[in-house]
């Protein structure tokens, strides 16, 4: 009876174990806006103003939200464009891209985050700062959307043309087009690369100790891409055997590679084929690395 209470008590363990080792991975939520739009603005130049709603449903209710990143798909950036931007949370949830320029500019804002470099200054994948206090707004109150409107702060513009719509099309633009300082990036109605705004998040009780995405740093070059790509990443906390794993837009995993153990800094050459050696098709992927601890995730194109 003895040697059975411990075996009992010895599962029991390690049930409990198991479930504390599943509950530090951080997981993520990659969110496409349902609607998005370009408002211009005049007073001094033709100013572009980006608004942008997502459903954030899919962010289970009750989580520790760690971060919030905007990545958009930069195809084109003006000469005189600094990588500063104003962003906001739109107190809003029912505007849509059918409404006016000045329905839509005129919307109430709050929570204002500033970006004072970085935001779209070369082509390819850009990633905002972290916007969690924004998407705060809306998670905490148990909201279906969250809006961000986007501006830069050297664009004084503030006025829409009376009775004007918005520019709804394949890319969206924030800045002073007329001076040159503006940044372009791919809309939702581009498929493969629209404007993901990317949750992490972890349970509550996890151990506060968990690292964040922002402690680790991953590279993907060239992206886009027409075969090979080159990933690398590092951290200072990775301590244990990790993962690399390649995802396709439905989530489906279609290549794994492990790393090795005690090593802050790996290299990896994806070759643009999935487990059975397969040329995958043209599209967005998801590189996904896992280590103690953490989860990152970084976008990469394919173009065939």
């Not at 363990?13 to 939520?29: E, M």
């Not at 985050?113 to 850009?126: E, H, I, L």
């Not at 990933?231 to 200072?236: A, G, N, P």
Request: glycine share 8%; proline share 5%; hydrophobic share 40%.
């Amino acid at each position: 009876m003895r040697i059975k209470g411990f075996i009992v008590l010895r599962l029991l363990f390690i049930g409990a174990l198991l479930l504390f080792c599943v509950s530090l991975v951080q997981s993520q939520a990659i969110l496409q806006p349902e609607q998005d739009v370009v408002v211009v603005t005049f007073g001094g130049g033709e100013g572009w103003n980006v608004f942008a709603k997502y459903n954030i449903t899919t962010v289970p209710a009750g989580e520790i939200i760690d971060s919030v990143f905007l990545t958009p798909y930069v195809v084109a950036v003006g000469d005189s464009w600094d990588g500063d931007v104003f962003l906001w949370n739109v107190n809003d949830q029912d505007w849509t891209e059918g409404d006016s320029c000045n329905h839509i500019y005129g919307l109430p804002t709050s929570d204002q985050v500033t970006q004072t470099s970085g935001f779209g200054t070369t082509t390819g994948w850009g990633r905002s700062t972290d916007l969690t206090d924004i998407f705060l707004v809306d998670y905490n109150a148990a909201r279906t959307y969250c809006s961000i409107k986007i501006k830069d702060p050297d664009d004084m513009t503030s006025v829409p043309m009376p009775g004007s719509m918005p520019i709804n099309a394949e890319t969206l633009a924030v800045g002073n087009i007329i001076f040159n300082e503006h940044t372009i990036f791919y809309a939702r109605e581009y498929p493969n690369a629209p404007p993901w705004l990317t949750v992490y998040y972890h349970s509550v009780g996890v151990d506060e100790a968990l690292q964040k995405s922002r402690d680790v740093t991953m590279t993907l070059t060239p992206n886009p891409s027409k075969d090979q790509v080159r990933i690398r990443f590092s951290t200072d906390y990775w301590k244990t055997m990790g993962d690399l794993c390649i995802y396709d837009i439905n989530g489906v995993r279609i290549r794994e590679f492990t790393c090795h153990a005690n090593n802050t800094a790996h290299t990896i050459i994806w070759d643009g084929r999935d487990e059975k050696n397969r040329l995958v098709p043209s599209g967005t992927y998801f590189c996904v690395a896992t280590g103690e601890g953490y989860r990152t995730v970084e976008p990469v194109c394919i173009i065939r």
